[in-house]
């Protein structure tokens, strides 16, 4: 379809001149200093839910990592053991989250991520949206319901989401210009931003984006060749992150939490309370930060006047019925870019409001009254948006019992905390404390943790074997002392050798870790000496050296988690890492008084690092080049 102008709607219409200059920035910065207010500057408010579980402590982590001078390649706080780096929701290579790993993360800071991605939203919005119209009060009205919409309210907890979600609005302003200026420049910036959305960690996103580019290449102007090099670019630039994640994916077992998109959620556009979120009396099914949908009571009304439009409607089709349709058959996550649609016929909207009423005035009085509902629904009144408690109160105060209970076991120990389980403050606070546990959140645990989990429920000498000098009770959240404690490294008297993973699972529930080891083949067997011990045990960051002495080739076990990057040395000389008892670590090493030296490095990193680089630096070139008019 050929290009529209946007600059003839404004004539056509006779609208007040834009907003110029730092009018419309000011705008922004007001309405969000009164949206924000009390997340921001509220002594009891604060983040919630993922945000305080998930992303907090991983990126906390991530900061204090780097300002020890490595990467976080591994973390031995949660789940026994976990491969950090590897999981894109930390978000650890996404250029807008660096200034904070740089000063430290803490809970206002993950706050301050959020505002300032609604200011990118808002922004990018308003660019898009004031180019395709070429009238300022209806693209600012346009821009609020979405930067300050149902979706950015529901999702505070969900940063990554949250994060990619700002950026469409940009991925399609530069694209809007790559059919008006500079091709090759804007192409490349389209790229970035394309590439950041994945950097941001939701990879989900990040392809729903670009299906969002592709249906609104589909209504301006299709540029296939181009749209490839963006895509394939994109990725390139963000293989730091897939690529790792990939084995992250073959090796876990991914919590399904996704909610596809109901009629319940769609009544929430017209009535913020139509699942009773508002009132406490939930009414919708599965997770409610997936129902929650309104962004203003005269978006909808907007979007039905711009229909009359004949010019409008097969890019609502697009815009707003494809992303629909991918909400509904999988997850009202993707709803951003439909929500964006809706936004751009709201905007048209107004100008065919002030046009059918010959009101000049009315596009300034609906950026008011989107600002004040919004403002109400979706953060002063909303459970969803924030927290109305201090951090202190929800999760710091756990957090220092669990500092006073970790100084009471020796190093190399873990305590025992039950799956999902928040006594001490987030699921995720050993990461925050440095204390060791087998417990903590991730949608992306390891399937074999999980498995022995499971086993553990029926089988609770498994507790011993993962070194848990302390134990919590799910019952009444006692915390006591586990008498069968297992050390960190050890040898078993007898090694068993299993067929495959299921057969492995299927022993754990008779296993007694203390006296066999189960090895997963292919695995040769050995003469375990029963004399075998281990003299000295220090856990790192990242791993593990041990001293032992052995009379003849035995199996060591370590009580780490298994994960493919491992890598296992006696002496300097290479040893294969095993998986021992369907979910840990351990090693052949050979007779005599030796240390063995167990590292982990992420697999496909360095290439991706690399990759990603020089795509980085290629993009870097191309869009600051100066545009050939």
């Known amino acids: 379809m050929a290009r529209q102008k946007g600059s003839s709607d404004a004539a056509a219409t006779g609208t007040p001149a834009p907003l110029s200059g730092w009018r419309w920035g000011a705008a922004f910065a007001f309405i969000l200093l009164v949206f924000y207010w009390s997340p921001l500057l509220a002594p009891d408010a604060t983040i919630q839910w993922n945000a305080v579980d998930l992303h907090y402590p991983a990126q906390q982590f991530f900061s204090d990592q780097l300002k020890a001078g490595h990467l976080p390649h591994w973390t031995n706080y949660v789940l026994a053991g976990f491969p950090v780096l590897s999981d894109p929701q930390t978000g650890g290579f996404y250029p807008l989250n660096w200034p904070f790993f740089l000063v ?39 821009a609020l319901s979405y930067g300050l919409g149902g979706y950015f309210a529901s999702h505070s907890s969900h940063v990554g989401m949250l994060q990619a979600a700002a950026l469409l609005p940009w991925l399609l302003y530069c694209y809007e210009r790559a059919g008006v200026d500079s091709r090759v420049v804007w192409l490349a910036r389209v790229a970035a931003v394309a590439g950041c959305c994945f ?19 589909a209504w301006r102007r299709l540029d296939a060749a181009g749209l490839a090099a963006v895509a394939l670019a994109s990725l390139a630039l963000a293989s730091v992150v897939w690529l790792p994640a990939i084995t ?67 890019p609502a089709a697009l815009l707003i019925g494809v992303p629909l349709i991918l909400s509904l058959l999988h997850s009202a996550d993707h709803f951003f870019a439909a929500a964006l649609g809706l936004s751009i016929l709201a905007a048209f909207g107004v ?22 509902d919004l403002c109400a629904c979706n953060s002063w009144y909303n459970p969803l948006a924030y927290a109305r408690t201090s951090y202190q109160a929800m999760s710091g105060e756990g957090e220092e019992a669990l500092r006073k209970v970790g100084a009471t076991f020796p190093q190399g120990y873990r305590i025992e905390i039950p799956p999902r389980f928040a006594l001490f403050g987030s699921m995720n606070s050993p990461m925050l404390t440095h204390v060791e546990s087998s417990g903590g959140y991730n949608p992306l645990s390891l399937a074999a943790w999980r498995d022995y989990r499971t086993a553990a429920l029926k089988n609770e000498r498994l507790i011993d074997g993962v070194s848990a000098a302390l134990v919590v009770s799910p019952k009444d959240e006692k915390v006591t002392g586990n008498e069968g404690v297992l050390p960190r490294a050890y040898f078993a008297p007898e090694v068993v050798g299993v067929a495959s993973p299921a057969d492995s699972r299927g022993r754990l529930e008779m296993l007694d870790p203390a006296r066999v080891a189960l090895v997963q083949v292919p695995f040769t067997g050995v003469h375990q000496d029963p004399q075998a011990r281990v003299l000295s045990t220090t856990v790192t960051e990242q791993g593990a050296r041990v001293q032992y002495s052995a009379a003849s080739p035995s199996l060591l076990k370590v009580t780490n988690a298994y994960y493919p990057g491992w890598q296992a040395s006696v002496d300097g000389q290479a040893v294969e890492v095993l998986r021992v008892d369907h979910a840990l670590i351990g090693a052949v090493v050979p007779a005599g008084q030796h240390e063995v030296v167990f590292a982990f490095e992420t697999q496909h990193f360095a290439f991706g690092a690399a990759v990603s680089g020089l795509a980085a630096l290629a993009l870097l070139l191309l869009g600051l080049r100066r545009e050939q008019r």
């Open 104 to 142: 430290g993360v803490s809970p206002l800071a993950i706050q301050i991520e959020i505002v300032l991605h609604a200011l990118i939203a808002l922004s990018g919005a308003f660019l898009l949206l004031r180019r395709l119209t070429g009238h300022a009060p209806a693209a600012l009205a346009g």
């Open 199 to 217: 950097l941001t960690g939701s990879l989900s996103s990040g392809v729903v984006a670009l299906v969002a580019l592709v249906l609104f290449a």
């Open 248 to 314: 992250l994916w073959s090796q876990s077992q991914p919590e399904r939490f996704f909610s596809p998109l109901s009629l319940g959620t769609l009544a929430t556009l017209l009535w913020p309370n139509a699942l009773g979120i508002f009132t406490g009396i939930y009414q919708g099914h599965g997770d409610l930060t997936q129902t929650y949908l309104y962004s203003g009571l005269l978006l909808l009304p907007l979007a039905g006047f711009a229909l009359r439009r004949r010019d409008i409607r097969l």
């Open 351 to 372: 100008i065919e409001a002030e046009t059918h009423w010959r009101q000049e005035w009315l596009g300034f009085l609906l950026i008011g009254l989107f600002a004040l």
